[in-house]
């Protein structure tokens, strides 16, 4: 049976007059690892960061598991927020005294190679993603909450970023929850997918059946009406429709070459389809 | 722990070098700002290391994280004045540019409002002019309450450009009507408020935009606040002291009582009341005529019979702050007298008013001497070759006395004797008392030299004049004195003022409450120890005369825990107050006399 870690209930923030989540309600799995997607202002981070804490929902109730304290919920945010002015050597230091690390797990943070004595605001970006994690994976997290930020390192710190987290995912059994746009390295680790719009979950699918449910058609002539398609993307190369929800039968009835997709792709074109719902509204 | 013993030493010596004038001014302001920094600056160190959202993701309650936050802020505010505290008690008084209270008030209220205001914004500079502001208006709130009040009730007369000055100033301390205590509670009131709306809207906070953050705040503070002036008005109008009434009995047994807002004249049957106040100290008892003086209204002739005040002389308005140097008035025969500034520092007016017809005369006199010195003391005059002259003594400023003729002539009078810088002067059968901290000095004049006859060591500190309001006492060369009496240490003294010889007349009475006893002298001639017994609830009456000390009355049940009582000794009798009840005897029989009107 599965086990939720955490689940959210009814979640509404407002910035003002303006709804960043209007009455959310999801659950995270043990172990699960979720990407949220979903154009800008969609009000990915700011559940993240309702997740985390840094928010505090002006209705609604997140509930985590019994047994999780707040020493478990690990966070980086998209603006890597430490205090920058510590060392790396203090920043550690206080970053286990605060979250009462008895016996950290320090394997990845000894891969690194850091200078201790510098500071942290002397980090590059990337490396300063990597160190962020670390202070994170010595906790143990249960989970871990990423907002977009791989994008902004290289590829060769985007691998190690990836490989520790999977390890942990592995290692601690850690709910992995991450807003992410670029999916070319980490095609193979979400297992669930939600995208949002408005604030609110237009999808909340897993991995495989979300592929299994998405495909592309290229065609110059128009496709029957009997295929739903969820987004139409025309170029100069023709027309590609993403059917949604693909059929079985489709494939006997049409002679198409419906195209499985990665799911970059597949995210891209519900992204397309919401900015285009918004042009013809 | 570590600072501590390096802050006593300098507390030590800071206040006895010369830079210790500028030193304290500095000391005050840097105080001030590191109150307003302490506060605006709570999460400015997040906020500049881009560390808020990892602030706020650390695994404590919102309000943990405010105390971890606050909790080192209070101390070092608490720590700083500290040190205020052991510089000012170590000789910083007569340095400091804002007084105790002020400072105090100040210095809280801007740590607490600064506080308050701190997540309102992420601009520290605006945090900071906002909070200066803010302080400008807790201020006038606060001192709008205490003057609204005040006025209502007919307590001072203070107007409002006056009331903030005078209340950050020293002079609050002598506002005998807002104890100290009802000021601290009602500003307390007041910064409720600024807490509680920052606790109960610190709970949600987060990292969105301030302004959401300060709409929450502001919900919270409007309420609050309201309910914040309620309070502090509610404390003051319970916490001023309306009355307390003073009684004086004349030689003539009317019966003066004296409050803020009137005075009554009570004969053994009626009563009439005016709406002056009398100040029962500064007076001189010509029956029926009682004369004093009340501020900002000048010298004041009260008719007893008639129930009628009228102003015989109103006196220039000189600013608050000099007022205490000239606040002296002096009467000999029938003239009253005062000294008021010149056009010039050099020159210095004395005023003659004559009681009966009110005429005035002022004599104008130069001397280099008159710029540096105040609060002149008539101690002597009389005629001399055919001129009146007046003996003269600068009480708080300077050490040898002057000699003023009425043709404007001034005599530099020599002393011989090494002084310390203050000290205070009396003047009876020809001998100078000079007393200051250490001794008292007692010098006698030959040709304009005053010369030391004896020294009195430190233990006499207060012969029978100190405490004494001085006003219109008798002066002059006709006044002859036998004796005075004082105390040294715990004993009751009397010098022969033929020989000086110290004579000691037994136990100078303490109760275990902590209560002193006192000595009333009501004319050159007559003298009572009053004297407080703790242990069987007693005030003895004694009358002190030659080597005698002679119990004249026992007056029973006093509770001195409480203080709840007043004894006033006047020529014409003692008025007993104790809480309401008041009791009148006449001197020198002892004979109550009753007031039927009197409640």
Known sequence: ?281 | MVALPAVIFLTRIIPKQPYAAIFMPVFQSGMLFWALFMGVSLFSSERGQKGMEYLLSLPYSKLQLLGIKVLPRFLSILFFYLVFLILYYHGGRDFVALALFSLSFLYFVLFFISLSLSALSDNFLVISLVSLFALVVFNEIFFLILWLLMRAEGISDYSWSEISSTFLSLQWEGESWLPFPVLILAAIFLLFPLGLAMLFSFRRFDVRPSKIYGRRYFKFLTPLLILGILCAALTVWIGIDRGPKYFYLTQDHKLIESAYLYTKIYDQNNVSKLSVHFFPYSFWDNPPYLYYYDWGNGLVRLNTATATSETIYSEPKIPRKRYWDYYRRFKYGNTLALFEPGRTGDELLLVQIDATTKDVTKISFKHDFFKNSSAPVILDTGIREGKRFWLVFFQWTANHPLRLWEDGHVDNLEVKAELLDQNSAEYANGLLFLSNADFTLVLKETDNTFAVVKKIAKGYKAWHWVGLWPYFSDIGNDMRIKEIYGQDQARLVRIDLETLEIEDLGEWKRSEDGNWSVLRFITPHEFYYVEENGRDRTIKIFGLEGRQKTLLKTFENFDFRQNKYQIEISKGGIVIQRRKKVQVYSLPDFQEIKYKKLG
């Open chain 1, 1 to 281: 049976m599965n086990q939720n870690v955490l689940e959210v209930r009814n979640l509404k923030v407002r910035f003002g007059k303006k709804v960043a989540l209007d009455d959310i309600n999801v659950r995270f799995q043990k172990g699960e690892s979720v990407v949220i997607a979903g154009s800008n202002g969609a009000g990915k981070s700011t559940l993240l960061r309702c997740l985390a804490r840094v928010i505090h929902p002006d209705r609604g109730q997140i509930i985590y598991a019994g047994d999780m304290t707040r020493q478990k919920i690990a966070f980086i945010s998209d603006g890597l927020s430490l205090f920058e002015n510590m060392t790396l050597k203090q920043g550690q230091d206080f970053h286990r005294r605060t979250f009462h690390i008895q016996d950290p797990d320090e394997s990845f943070f000894q891969q690194l190679h850091f200078n201790l004595n510098q500071k942290i605001k002397n980090l590059s970006v990337g490396e300063r993603t990597l160190y962020h994690l670390s202070l994170l994976l010595a906790q143990k997290p249960a989970v871990l909450l990423i907002d977009e930020i791989i994008h902004a390192v290289d590829p060769y710190l985007r691998e190690k970023f990836l490989e520790a987290v999977i390890e942990a995912i592995d290692k601690y059994g850690a709910t992995m929850i991450t807003i992410n746009h670029t999916f070319s390295e980490i095609q193979n680790i979400p297992e669930r997918v939600l995208i949002m719009e408005g604030g609110r979950f237009i999808l909340d699918e897993k991995s495989e059946q979300l592929k299994a449910k998405i495909k592309k058609v290229v065609t110059d002539a128009e496709i029957p009406p009997e295929i739903p398609f969820v987004f139409k993307k025309e170029s100069v190369f023709g027309k590609e429709y993403f059917v949604y929800p693909f059929q079985d039968d489709f494939r006997r009835k049409y002679s198409y070459d419906f195209q499985s997709l990665e799911l970059g792709e597949i995210i891209k074109a519900l992204i397309g389809s919401e900015y285009a719902k918004k042009r013809m509204s």
